[in-house]
């Protein structure tokens, strides 16, 4: 048997071990329950009505809402679609410029390592991953993607153009003094003489960019306030239902206004280090033309499958895998200046291939984590124990969310409710491409559960909390009673944001340390970040079931007996989460040593673009067919026929 029917072979088994027969049976019985699931409304009185039924009639409902969010994914505002459809496209003009570069067309899609080239494209790769989230109407998650990136892309700047913050300005002002130093419609940084002093850019769409008011909306977003808790809301609890999508149509405005600001930088990067390496100045013209098209490219939502979470009963299906895998080969193609379907490609088709294509890429590095981990271990993955952490955080996230739709009588704890649900949801799709930024989404969680916790508990501090300008999600937890858990939030945080020189290796440290100690040492970085997540679902089960015993103590007592029954609640997790916090607490001056990316030297910068223009020098020769599909896919990008 060859390597490569050994490896289907290997996947073929994890479908196997998660023991997922289908049979004309289970059809019968799952479409039971999802019939059952259906009639059940929102409403509270419904809940309380099936919770006496039994735990199975309580799951059907809690579960059938998951089928339906599920359903919709994809099904965004038209004008959102339309706006992520163009940046894809500018997107896959920036790809073009990396494959000119010499970049790993095999890395990881989350790994930011492996030289600068590689850099840069981690940096598009996250872009594709906020639309991905976007997309999937999870603005939460998103929001968060893209507000690190802006973070990542304004240090480019800041060093770009020698602009340093002053002692006491807040990242809003700085972010509106430095981004004011770039040449509107240009790439160049003005003389000091002739700047500005309050920069705006210009969106695809023709409307403003204020990166400093812009970078406060998101933030003030991913912490509940302003059009953060509605957008949340559509998602958590509405369902995606495009009649409630008012504030997602603001909210995902903003997360594409960031996009454009990041993808400004992206292009300056790679046009400059095009530059740096003596590349053909066609060659710089064509990418800056082609990364700068904005012609429509329709408004149809990407393929549900497409957005999928990467498991192996969703995402990882062979049929999907198959797929992505098609549109993978089929932009590889494209790129190398071939026409595979003996024309050209209209604009749409276009940022659907290379969507397809990046979602492919990562099923790809999914799959191989999962065969080297079973590789690594000597025994088949067991794929049932990843459905049932799944159904759990399910159960979880639809429980906060309608927790979020029954608290009517305070919309700051519904807001919390409905933003802790949408972000563990993300944080878990993230999870499970190994993507470290989902740890910063969980940070988002945590918080929120902490406020709701505190709005239940005591609603007097709450209030407090919440009128104060200044409240950290330190001072939440401290109200929570999770001070226990600061050493936690500092790692979460850490990981949230990109700062200077951020610590994120500290910070992975850190979840590796309040690991229990029966964990074999050689895989806990591992499983690190699977344990993390695990615990806060936990705590978000014990908060959920706390909210409820005040609305319902009838539901309280049906979703206790639900929640005992699928491992979230019983004596021995309660004691486990006890021993993790107390962990937690034993390791609060936990050193995240120093940060990830040291400023390089002249010498060291000389070097890595000698390395640069020797390997373009030798693969020029190679690089014919990628300027033919720079000059072909700038054709195609600009076709009018068959626009959608």
Known sequence: ?????????????????????????????????????????????????????????????????????????????????????????????????????????????????????????????????????????????????????LERWSINLANSSSIDRYPGESTSAYYTRLWACIEQDSLVISPEDRRSTTGTRRSLSGDEIEPGKLYNELSNALHGLGHGAEAARVEACDLLQLHSQSDALTMGNQILDAVELCIERLRTCIATTLIGINCEALRVAQFLHVSQLSSPAGSSPFPGWSLWPLNLVTGLLPGVVARLSECHEEIGRIHRGERPAGRLYRDDEISNFFFLSRRGQAAKCALLAFEQEAQQTGKPIDAGYLIGRENRLVIVAEVLALIGLWRTDCENAQAAAAVASSALRSAFWLW?????????????????????????????????????????????????????????????????????????????????????????????????????????????????????????????????????????????????????????????????????????????????????????????????????????????????????
């Open 432 to 644: 499970l491409e190994d993507d470290d930024r989902a740890m910063g989404i969980l940070r988002i969680a945590l918080e929120s559960l902490a406020r709701l916790r505190t709005w239940f508990r005591n609603e007097r501090k709450a209030t407090k909390l919440q009128s104060r300008m200044k409240t950290t999600p330190r001072d939440w937890l401290d109200a929570a009673g999770w001070s226990r858990l600061q050493s936690l939030n500092l790692a979460l945080g850490e990981l949230a944001h990109t700062r200077t020189n951020p610590r994120w290796g500290g910070a992975r440290g850190l979840l590796v340390q309040v690991l229990p100690p029966e964990i074999d040492p050689n895989s806990a970085p591992q499983r690190a970040r699977g344990f993390t997540l695990d615990s806060i679902v936990e705590l978000g089960a014990q908060v959920a079931l706390e909210a409820i015993k005040s609305l319902s103590s009838d539901l309280h007592v049906s979703l206790a007996g639900l929640m005992e029954s699928t491992g979230l609640l019983d004596p021995k997790v309660t004691r486990a989460l006890e021993d993790w916090l107390s962990r937690n607490w034993d390791n609060r001056s936990f050193d995240l040593g120093p940060g990830d990316f040291p400023q390089p030297s002249e010498a060291e910068l000389a070097r890595m673009m000698d390395e640069l223009r020797n390997k373009h020098i030798a693969r020029r020769s190679d690089l014919v067919g990628l300027g033919n599909a720079m000059q072909c896919l700038t054709c195609a990008l600009r076709a009018l026929v068959g626009r959608g």
């Open 1 to 149: 048997m060859g390597r490569a029917s050994r490896r289907k072979d290997l996947r073929r088994s994890f479908v196997r071990q998660a023991g997922y027969k289908v049979t004309p049976r289970s059809l019968k019985i799952a479409a039971r329950h999802e019939q059952f699931g259906r009639s059940v409304s929102s409403e509270l009185a419904d809940y309380v009505a099936v919770g006496r039924r039994g735990h199975e009639s309580l799951k059907s409902a809690i579960v059938s809402r998951h089928n339906q969010r599920m359903e919709r994914v994809g099904l965004i505002h038209p004008e959102l679609r339309r706006r992520a459809r163009l940046v894809v496209n500018q997107l896959c003009g920036l790809d073009l410029g990396l494959r000119d570069l010499g970049v790993n067309l095999d890395r990881w899609p989350a790994d930011y390592g492996g030289g600068w080239v590689n850099h840069l494209a981690w940096g598009a790769d996250s872009l594709i991953s906020t639309i991905r989230l976007l997309s999937a109407g999870q603005l939460i998650g998103s929001a968060q993607i893209v507000r690190s990136q």
